[in-house]
């Protein structure tokens, strides 16, 4: 059974840098793509970004694109998300979640953690 555990986030001005991390295991974490979402209060969910399971091709929200770069290391068995340039509005759950190469759907999600941007 795939676990990710994502123990970071945390509180930051706006302008400021965050890295979270997610650190999956009970899976061959090489057969996975992965992706963060978020979700705001009282929106819905919403995509981050995204890297394939061979580390490339990764891809963001418009919302995002520049700021925020995701990225994995296949002997930690870890994806990353370093934020940076924080905006209020970059204020959410954050959650990642992976994908098995033949998959069709994000099958497996972390428990999110909090990341809160101060104006």
């Known amino acids: 059974q795939v676990q990710l555990v994502e123990p970071g986030g945390g509180s930051v001005q706006a302008g400021g840098s965050l890295r979270l991390f997610c650190a999956a295991s009970?899976?061959?974490?090489?057969?996975?793509?992965m992706c963060w979402f978020r979700q705001a209060p009282g929106k819905e969910l919403e995509f981050v970004a995204a890297i394939s399971r061979s580390g490339g091709n990764p891809n963001y929200a418009d919302s995002v694109e520049g700021r925020f770069t995701i990225s994995r290391d296949s002997v930690k068995n870890t994806v990353y998300l370093q934020m940076n340039s924080l905006k209020p509005e970059d204020t959410a759950v954050y959650y990642c979640?992976?994908?098995?190469?033949?998959?069709?759907?994000?099958?497996?999600w972390g428990q999110g953690t909090q990341v809160t941007v101060s104006s």
């Open positions: 979640a992976a994908k098995h190469a033949l998959g069709m759907e994000y099958d497996y």
């Open positions: 009970g899976c061959t974490f090489s057969t996975y793509h």
